[in-house]
């Protein structure tokens, strides 16, 4: 039996205290966390205002409320599949999964896991300090009567940054229990949101595709369908490079069907925010036009826009409870993998680094050079790059039957050589090659209207292929190389291959000085 690490005065203790752990395998007396900690922590972290901007989406796009629900649910239901397999590395290796990719890309390939996860946490992050200190702002400014002047959006934006970045310094722990007050009180904002907006809402709300619209308009349906469900299925499968670094708490032994439900029951429930984001952007195109114009979208200010007096707090307290609660769990795994790449760096470090150029990012992005509707096409780009290498470690999960070695995963953090994953030089071109071939075929093909349209992004007629071409490629490319060139039978385990070759090879023995840090010395 496992319990929750917040249930125990040892533990509740333990909020107060730096976590000293970096990607080292986490000891089994201290993996007390159970699926229902990484439902929280997964799902808090998308019950947010930013997810209620992807929701809003499908409207911008012209589509009506049904349409746009049934792109909602097709996007969520399909990232949650994508993403749930990613949480098994955890409790298995007790590490995160750009240091369990050691097994299928290399001991040096893993740094391409550690990298996606960098700059993906740097694109929601930002997109969730800006979505959130917008409305915070916002609301402000009708509540009080706050001015909107840029020294406004820079407190709120240095306000939501440095409580994040104090979380995230202390660890998980201290995120676990941000993540489960978030859960309960932005599900409630939310649902007092419905209540708030009922009354103008109607769920026969058009759109643009109706059976008067011309032949050009029409022609745009599915493209536009496609492309809103992709929007939304980006949202779940950004936490694909995350999942590992929540879910490493969890003992091995855990059921893993667990493990896997609760992160799919995660991404589901994020169905709350999206179908908010909607529902209320159908509202926004009804009463206030202006605010869902595909040129200059401005959900927030819509929003307010649209709401009664009394809900403006109510949209400052969700601004602040969801920037905190996506800010942690994306800042938190940067950190992680920093500190991964650069042994040198104790996690701690790696945090405050990053996190202090993060910050910079925000604000030279939001003040000077104008980012924040690029940023967007900035994540749906790195999604594109993100989802083949998650497709490689999913399908090498499978053909190891879940079978790693904890030891030889950490060569590359304690400066060593060899092990049963050294493969090549340190390189497993296998892996590599399907990852980066499915992933630049996947960027000349992505196809955002507006924004990027890759060489090959008009090869479905306007519908964005990337992504399901994608995933495609990878897992039939990556398969094909493990059957044409066999991998060493040692780095498959005891119970050998499942569906592809091996062949028999020595492993080399692990050489060099490990390094292990002092525990005082993680903590500074």
């Not at 000293?20 to 986490?26: D, M, Q």
């Not at 995120?175 to 419905?194: D, E, P, Q, Y």
């Amino acid at each position: 039996m496992t319990h929750q690490p917040t249930d125990s005065p040892a533990q509740a203790s333990s909020l107060t205290e730096v976590e000293p752990y970096g990607v080292e395998r986490i000891p089994d007396e201290e993996r007390t966390a159970s699926p229902s900690d990484l439902f929280r922590v997964a799902f808090g972290g998308a019950n947010t205002f930013s997810t209620c901007v992807l929701g809003a989406f499908p409207v911008l796009f012209g589509l009506s409320f049904w349409q746009g629900l049934a792109a909602t649910v097709l996007g969520v239901l399909a990232g949650a599949l994508i993403l749930c397999p990613m949480a098994v590395f955890g409790p298995v290796n007790g590490t995160n999964n750009a240091v369990s990719s050691s097994a299928h890309l290399g001991v040096h390939g893993r740094v391409v896991g550690s990298f996606l996860s960098l700059l993906t946490a740097v694109a929601f992050f930002s997109i969730s300090v800006w979505s959130s200190g917008d409305a915070l702002v916002g609301g402000a400014h009708r509540l009080f009567g706050l001015s909107r002047g840029p020294l406004s959006y820079v407190v709120a934006y240095a306000l939501f940054a440095g409580l994040v970045l104090a979380v995230c310094v202390y660890g998980f722990r201290f995120m676990l229990f941000v993540n489960k007050i978030a859960v309960t009180s932005a599900t409630a904002l939310f649902l007092l949101g419905a209540v708030a907006f009922a009354g103008d809402f109607d769920p026969s709300y058009a759109g643009s595709f109706t059976a008067s619209a011309d032949a050009a308009t029409q022609a745009m349906f599915w493209p536009s369908f496609i492309g809103a469900a992709l929007i939304v299925l980006s949202n779940p499968v950004s936490f694909g490079a995350f999942l590992g670094d929540w879910s490493r708490y969890i003992p091995a032994n855990a059921p893993r069907r667990r493990v896997v439900g609760a992160a799919f029951l995660s991404q589901v429930a994020t169905l709350l925010p999206f179908v908010f984001g909607l529902a209320t952007a159908s509202i926004i195109a009804t009463k206030a036009p202006k605010y869902v114009d595909p040129a200059a979208p401005d959900f927030v200010g819509g929003l307010l826009a649209i709401s009664p007096s009394w809900f403006f707090l109510p949209v400052c307290l969700l601004a602040l409870i969801g920037g905190m609660s996506t800010g942690t769990t994306a800042l938190y795994g940067t950190g992680l993998d920093f500190s991964s790449v650069f042994p040198r760096l104790s996690r701690v470090r790696a945090t405050l680094l990053v996190g202090v150029v993060s910050i910079a990012f925000i604000f030279v992005g939001r003040f000077a050079l104008d980012l924040v509707r690029s940023i967007s096409t900035f994540a749906t780009v790195i999604i594109t790059c993100t989802t083949p290498w998650m497709v490689v470690m999913i399908l090498g999960f499978f053909t190891r039957r879940g079978w790693y070695d904890p030891d030889a995963l950490q060569v590359f953090n304690r400066r060593q050589r060899g092990g049963r994953y050294w493969f090549t030089h340190g390189w497993n071109w296998r892996g590599m090659t399907a990852w980066w071939v499915s992933a630049v075929l996947g960027v000349l093909c992505t196809d955002i209207p507006g924004q990027f349209v890759g060489p090959l992004g008009d090869l479905a007629n306007g519908v964005d292929i990337s992504l399901p071409l994608s995933l495609a490629v990878a897992a039939v490319l990556y398969l094909s190389l493990l059957w044409l060139f066999p991998e060493p039978r040692a780095a498959y385990g005891p119970e050998g291959a499942r569906w592809v070759r091996t062949k028999e090879a020595p492993v080399p023995p692990i050489t060099g000085a490990a390094e292990h840090p002092a525990l005082t010395d993680a903590l500074l």
